[in-house]
């Protein structure tokens, strides 16, 4: 699940799917991408947008800013993904935080789990 927030903190969008059986590693990925994917849909001119993503997976966090090599092959066909869609915005912060303070897209994914 994903929301995806304005500068002032009004929602713009949201994003609720069922990404099928994966690792908790691969389904952080495929939602970034998905997210990501989303943001430019909506965006008028995503290009001139800088994007802050609030991530629960510490491993994905620190591979995309770079403190840590993707070393699994799978993952890395999704950081690449991620990575040429950062050409999309004007910049991408990437943040980690703990998953009881993202409880908005935890309620997405819950609800995309229940409609499976």
């Known amino acids: 699940g994903a929301v995806i927030y304005d500068a002032k903190g009004d929602e713009l969008g949201n994003l609720s799917?069922?990404?099928?059986e994966a690792t908790n590693?691969?389904?952080?990925?495929?939602?970034?991408?998905r997210a990501l994917e989303h943001a430019a849909s909506i965006l008028d001119d995503s290009k001139a947008y800088q994007?802050?993503?609030?991530?629960?997976s510490q491993l994905a966090q620190r591979q995309l800013i770079g403190e840590y090599k993707v070393k699994d092959a799978t993952l890395r066909e999704y950081y690449d993904q991620v990575k040429t869609l950062e050409n999309e915005f004007a910049n991408i912060d990437f943040i980690h935080i703990?998953?009881?303070?993202n409880k908005v897209a935890d309620k997405l994914v819950n609800i995309a789990l229940d409609a499976q």
Do not use: C, F, S
């Not at 799917?17 to 099928?20: D, H, K, M, R, S």
């Not at 703990?98 to 303070?101: D, L, M, Q, T, V």
């Open 25 to 33: 590693n691969v389904a952080e990925y495929k939602a970034i991408v």
């Open 17 to 20: 799917e069922y990404l099928g």
């Open 51 to 56: 994007v802050t993503l609030k991530l629960d």
């Open 98 to 101: 703990p998953r009881e303070e």
